[in-house]
């Protein structure tokens, strides 16, 4: 289940990322692309599952495919946010010093959504470990999925809860990992200098 919810992390990072930048840089994907990232949460993922299980196999695929699909709109959703939260004043400072559209990109605009991007993955690691389960549920004979589903169909409230619980400690861990991440990562953003200041 571990590895489940990592590659499908992994995975929506990789898919998440470049699709958010291709959207925030160029006007056709926003409205091309963007309503069909939309339009794919509305798709119920527990009734498609089964689907990928038919199309791939009785492997970790259809499990790692509906991880990625629940577990990539909030990485795409909140860079978007960020790539365009930049203040136009910072925009136009960094034009007149000549500043090329790959260094502002690179020093100026994907640092300033850093932020918002750790937030994305702050929720999308927790929505890892939901997708993990819906995936485990069909098609699957190992994971704490499958484990939750025959524990359901024994009536074995002993083990469901003991699965219940593993889940949530490793859901709480990764949370935490990617904080700890931010936490590095962003040290230098007026967002975490305002916490030190207030002693948050």
Do not use: C
């Amino acid at each position: 289940t571990l590895y489940v919810i990592l590659a499908g992390f992994l995975l929506a990072i990789a898919v998440g990322v470049p699709m958010a930048l291709l959207i925030a840089s160029w006007r056709v994907a926003e409205k091309t692309i963007y309503p069909l990232v939309v339009f794919s949460q509305t798709v119920p993922k527990i009734a498609i599952a089964p689907l990928f299980a038919i199309w791939l196999g009785m492997t970790s695929l259809p499990h790692i495919l509906i991880t990625l699909l629940i577990s990539f709109f909030p990485i795409v959703i909140d860079t978007v946010a960020g790539l365009k939260s930049l203040p136009l004043e910072m925009v136009h400072l960094s034009q007149s010093m000549g500043t090329s559209r790959w260094q502002m990109f690179r020093k100026i605009r994907l640092p300033f959504a850093l932020p918002f991007l750790f937030a994305g993955l702050k929720v999308a690691i927790t929505l890892a470990v939901v997708g993990a389960i819906v995936g485990e549920w069909v098609g699957s004979e190992k994971g704490l999925g499958y484990v939750l589903l025959l524990a359901n169909g024994q009536l074995d409230t002993a083990l469901a809860f003991s699965a219940i619980i593993i889940l949530t400690l490793m859901g709480m861990g990764l949370f935490f990992i990617v904080w700890i991440l931010e936490k590095l990562l962003t040290s230098w953003h007026v967002s975490e200098r305002v916490k030190e200041i207030e002693g948050i």
